[in-house]
């Protein structure tokens, strides 16, 4: 499933324009993407169940996301952590991108480090939605709308 998921978002990304061999150019300010929280922390309306992202078999199939993500050449990244946190993330993505700190388990560092210290755009910003809004639980969510 998450095999899956991940070479449909990757297909999404790149099938149309470059299979005419078209240069990318933005028609939107912002792209969203989104995961599962690789780490898997427990705490979302629905966990997923997936394996270790650090073996070999994901660490490629992330690989192909992030090349497909870099093909839009963007300019900055955000990813979904509270705005206090700042200051960590910054200094995280500098040991990272320095090789002093490998890549977590987190897919704000798997994909958003990783694209923005290969595309040396900076620390990512933090931005969170804070909150569930008016989603009480799993049950709730009506997928087909």
Same mark, same amino acid.
């Given at each position: %499933?998450?095999? *899956?998921?991940?070479?449909?978002?990757?297909?999404?990304?790149?099938?149309?324009?470059? +299979?005419? !061999?078209?240069?990318?150019?933005?028609? +939107?300010?912002?792209?969203?993407?989104?995961?599962?929280? %690789?780490?898997?922390? &427990?705490?979302?309306?629905?966990?997923?169940? +997936?394996?270790?992202?650090?073996?070999?078999? $994901?660490?490629?199939?992330?690989?192909?996301? #992030?090349?497909?993500?870099? *093909?839009? $050449?963007?300019?900055?990244? %955000?990813?979904? *952590?509270?705005? !206090?946190?700042?200051? *960590?993330?910054?200094? %995280?993505?500098?040991?990272?991108?320095? !090789?002093?700190?490998?890549?977590? $388990?987190?897919?704000?560092?798997?994909? &958003?480090?990783?694209?923005?210290?290969?595309?040396?755009?900076?620390?990512? #910003?933090? #931005?969170?939605?804070?909150?569930?809004?008016?989603?009480?639980?799993? +049950?709730?969510?009506?997928?087909?709308?």
């Amino acid at each position: %499933m998450f095999t *899956r998921r991940l070479l449909l978002l990757a297909l999404l990304l790149t099938c149309v324009p470059l +299979a005419h !061999g078209q240069v990318l150019t933005p028609r +939107a300010d912002n792209l969203f993407v989104g995961s599962y929280h %690789m780490n898997n922390p &427990g705490r979302d309306v629905h966990n997923t169940q +997936a394996d270790d992202v650090l073996l070999p078999k $994901r660490q490629a199939e992330i690989r192909q996301v #992030v090349e497909a993500l870099k *093909r839009y $050449r963007p300019t900055r990244i %955000m990813i979904e *952590r509270k705005a !206090g946190q700042q200051a *960590r993330i910054d200094a %995280m993505f500098a040991e990272t991108c320095g !090789g002093k700190r490998p890549y977590g $388990r987190s897919e704000d560092e798997q994909i &958003g480090f990783r694209i923005a210290c290969e595309l040396k755009l900076g620390p990512p #910003v933090a #931005v969170d939605w804070g909150g569930l809004g008016p989603i009480k639980d799993e +049950a709730s969510i009506n997928y087909l709308t």
